[in-house]
């Protein structure tokens, strides 16, 4: 079968989203620390705590417990038992992409790939919003647009896991498609990234199908 040369425009077309440029370093794979990627993540709320020294925004948040997590009455995803809860009240400062680690695995079903975060510090951290997800192909870059979720405050004591998952269409149409080799991960409220591994392969359409979207941090199966 002929392999179909795709252009650029051909695929934010079918992704429904809009081309960024990369401004992070592209040399680090699997939990790698780069400098401010072309999406930037952000808080849905104006009451976030520090991401530490990458210069994240919102004001400090208060020192966390090294005792056990609590559940919150929001009810947010525990991940681990190592004690990730979800709560209305952030307890800890903000997880700084330095004390995190991430890897991915896959979803609940097709077009979803989960991408995990553990904390490696030694102090309890918190994470509230939707990270930054730029997708690298040999033809340019994305970002992954927003979903419709509501995004938990979800508290992350050493050694805990959180997640996220990524939507995508996956490609049935009997074509080559576009395949995404890279995933440059932001987490919220920070300016520096990591570099992960990526197979994905989405169709090339008109424009009517599905777009690549992410579903805000804790929130993922």
């Known amino acids: 079968m002929r392999v179909q040369k795709i252009s ?3 695929v934010a077309v079918a992704a ?21 990627p072309s999406s930037a993540a952000s808080d849905t709320s104006g009451t976030q705590g520090s991401g530490g020294s990458s210069g994240s925004t919102g004001s400090t948040g208060s020192t966390g417990s ?23 009240r952030a307890s800890g400062a903000g997880c700084t992409t330095a004390h995190l680690s991430f890897s991915t695995s896959g979803g609940m ?3 979803e790939l989960i991408v995990n975060m553990k904390n490696t510090g030694s ?17 340019g870059t994305i970002s992954a647009s927003r979903s419709k979720l509501a995004a938990p405050t979800v508290t992350l004591q050493p050694g805990a896991e959180t997640r996220f998952t990524l939507h995508y269409p996956p490609n049935n149409s009997g074509g080559s498609g576009e395949t995404f080799t890279q995933l440059v ?7 520096h ?29």
């Open 123 to 139: 102090a309890n951290c918190t994470l509230h919003g939707f990270p930054g997800v730029d997708l690298k192909s040999k033809d």
């Open 185 to 191: 991960v932001t987490p919220p409220n920070e300016t």
């Open 66 to 88: 090294t005792g056990s997590g609590s559940t919150g009455q929001n009810g947010g995803q525990s991940s681990s038992a190592h004690g990730a809860t979800g709560s209305g």
């Open 16 to 36: 429904g989203l809009s081309l960024t440029a990369c401004g992070g370093s592209d040399n680090n794979s699997g939990g790698g620390d780069s400098s401010a």
């Open 193 to 221: 990234s990591t570099t992960l591994n990526a197979g994905i392969n989405v169709p090339v359409t008109d424009g009517s199908g599905p777009g690549i979207t992410v579903d805000p941090v804790g929130t993922g199966k």
């Open 8 to 10: 650029l425009l051909a």
């Open 109 to 111: 079903g097709e077009g």
